[in-house]
């Protein structure tokens, strides 16, 4: 008698995940249009140094033993079937959703091909370092990493950081503690121009050298030669069809329950940014999702009630300012939140960015 079959939609962070745990229990089919894995944690590293773009595309021809890898873009699923570009189709036993969400460049990339992404790399690394004077719109996480990456790489830039909020990284539930240690790192090296939009957004592409003079709608002028947008993460859900076409909220997020199950489609999962789980999208959170849907599909499989569930911890952050700078916002076993600074954030992420472990996973 055939295995099962999990088709996995998306090769990001859950998805890999998901499919390397179950590989050894069901036939896994992993579709992805991208010729590799992209650690995106460490991409805002490889946009200013050459030298990490190792750590970010990882090829996917040893994550699985057992299974295959597509390289694919799946243009429609329902709970039990995928389409392809190529017009062929995938019956699925199991079905689950990784897609993520779709981020500008650098944080993330469109681009299928590795080289394509190399090359637009390259090119935002010779703007910068003809530009004098940089502008990043978003205050938030991705916003302020993208600083501190820019800061150790081109010292002679000046960089001017906006955002229609009151203060940086807005996020309810992180101490101010942890703004305030930021703040005071970008001190005198950051201008923050914060309560205010931009009228207009530039009109050249993102990461392209490019001259501009922009506005707030406070009326504080902003010129320079290449900017950032540092903001907006988007679903990647639109292929969803048939049954599973009702399966989304407003943002495009897809509606799960404690076991990560699509409401009313228990044969289909979801992880990672693609959820509407009330918290901050992170690889960590990504991860934790697939060793549950893991678990609750293995279960199914052998003929057992899933009953892994998932509940989201208390916000954390880990936020480097380049390799040796940072704050981050831990959470004990006890639930406490407490904020350390920069040299236990280098330590925890900036100096490695995960790329060892995530290096492992990929053989």
Not at 153 to 162: D, F, G, K, Q
Not at 327 to 354: P, Y
Request: hydrophobic share 45%; net charge negative.
């Amino acid at each position: 008698m055939a295995a099962p079959r999990v088709v996995v939609v998306g090769g990001g962070y859950g998805g890999a995940q998901v499919a390397s745990l179950l590989d050894g229990v069901a036939d896994v089919v992993l579709v992805d249009p991208k010729d590799a894995f992209v650690h995106a944690a460490a991409a805002l590293r490889a946009a200013v140094d050459p030298a990490w773009e190792d750590r970010v595309f990882f090829g996917y021809d040893r994550l699985l033993e057992r299974g295959l890898v597509l390289r694919q873009k799946v243009e429609r699923a329902t709970s039990g079937q995928v389409r392809l570009a190529d017009g062929s189709t995938l019956d699925a036993d199991y079905l689950v959703l990784a897609t993520g969400t779709a981020y500008p460049f650098p944080a993330k990339f469109i681009e299928s091909e590795t080289v394509v992404a190399q090359a637009r790399l390259a090119r935002m690394r010779e703007g910068l370092a003809r530009a004098e004077r940089v502008l990043v719109v978003g205050a938030g996480a991705v916003g302020l990493e993208l600083v501190g990456e820019l800061l150790d790489a081109y010292p002679h830039l000046s960089i001017t950081v906006v955002d229609q909020a009151d203060d940086v990284l807005t996020t309810d539930d992180y101490l101010p503690e942890l703004r305030e240690t930021v703040r005071a790192q970008l001190a005198d090296r950051v201008e923050l121009v914060l309560g205010s939009r931009l009228g207009y957004l530039p009109p050249s592409d993102v990461g392209v050298h490019e001259p501009f003079v922009v506005e707030t709608e406070a009326g504080v002028r902003v010129e320079a030669q290449m900017w950032f947008r540092c903001y907006g993460n988007l679903p990647a859900s639109d292929y969803l069809a048939g049954d599973l076409t009702g399966a989304r909220n407003g943002l495009g997020e897809v509606r799960v329950d404690e076991t990560l199950a699509l409401t009313g489609h228990p044969t289909v999962f979801a992880v990672g940014d693609i959820t509407d789980v009330p918290e901050s999208k992170r690889a960590s959170a990504a991860r934790a999702h697939a060793e549950v849907v893991a678990a609750n599909i293995t279960a199914l499989v052998e003929g057992r009630e899933p009953t892994a569930t998932y509940a989201p911890a208390p916000e954390r952050i880990l936020l480097p300012l380049g390799r040796a700078g940072g704050a981050s916002q831990l959470v004990g076993e006890d639930g406490v939140r407490r904020v350390v600074g920069a040299a236990a954030t280098s330590r925890l992420k900036g100096e490695d960015l995960f790329a060892s472990k995530v290096g492992a996973l990929f053989g």
